[in-house]
């Protein structure tokens, strides 16, 4: 196991490298990059956002270029602009160098985790981050251990109660909830339970209260558990139809099999056969898959519901982000987003050894 380990690591360096190459050169080569955000910004804004944003390395503001006549620019709407001004940009952008080397530079600052600046905020990205992290761990892996709380029990009591009543309108709800999108539900949710047009029960925004700190320790668990209520429940209706599913159809699967007919033969009680011989076999993929659910709510479909609930995490920087074309920020968290993903899908696969001791990787390699 420990060659298969090895060999894993190793291939996670191929990959994240042509991650990071796919995905460079189609951003860097559309239009909209962060010279053309800037000219954007000042021909809409006028000369103040010239002053903020042609700083240079001695932290001065630089006075704004004065326009120069209208001229041919490979920059859209950079007709009239002082071609000197624009080439300042380019080099406070790093533009002035061949793709390929802004690129090697790129890679080899990731090497040693150095994900530099970002354009627009003035602040380190790794910095940004880490201040964005709490709101989107507490989004994921609260959605991800309620959507498993609830799916797997349902599950399994579908499979055991296959064709029964409640299989069928538990089948209907399940339906239903994956059939309306999370945002929508979050904005029923704010409707009527946030002050809206019914009850007043839960807050409105943010993570915890402003005076979150004052509280106690118990008070500040429930102040927290207050707060993420609603995006909790928002984010799960639509989350735990397929793992049910998967639950259910894992379990029949296996309920059919020989051994589980042998082991109802030795006279066995139903408990007995579910619990101590097919549970674990049907729950192999579905535990084993906790990573890459867990990745999966983390860094995806949470914008809308960081918006609706005033909730400034991950989702929304990654939006805002693209939106900016912030390069240090977009390729700095996907390097390290791609790089936990490529992780855990390792950590994934071992899970199916400590699940089911049987599988061994590394012979099936041989």
Known sequence: MLGYIVRRLLLIVPTLFAIMVVNFVIIQTAPGGPVEQVIARLTGEGAAITERVTRAGSGEAAAPQAPAAAGSSRYRGAQGLDPEFIAELEHQFGFDRPLHERFLKMMRDYAVFDFGESYFRSRSVVDLVLDKMPVSISLGLGTTLIVYLISIPLGIVKAVRDGSRFDV???VVVVIGNAVPSFLFAVLLLVIFAGGSYLDWFPL?????DNWHELSWPDRI????WHMALPWTAMVIGGFATLTMLT???F?????QQYVM???AKGLSERQVLL??????AMLIVIAGFPSAFVSILFTGTVFIEVIFSLDGLGLLGFEAAFNRDYPLMFGTLYFFSLIGLILNLVSDLMYTLVDPRIDFER???
């Open 248 to 250: 259910k159809n894992s």
């Open 205 to 209: 925004r943010g993570l915890v209260s």
């Open 169 to 171: 309108w538990s089948s």
């Open 222 to 225: 429930l102040d927290y558990l």
């Open 276 to 281: 101590g011989h097919v549970f674990r076999n």
């Open 252 to 256: 029949l699967d296996q309920i059919h």
């Open 364 to 366: 099936r390699e041989a």
């Open 262 to 264: 042998t082991a109802r």
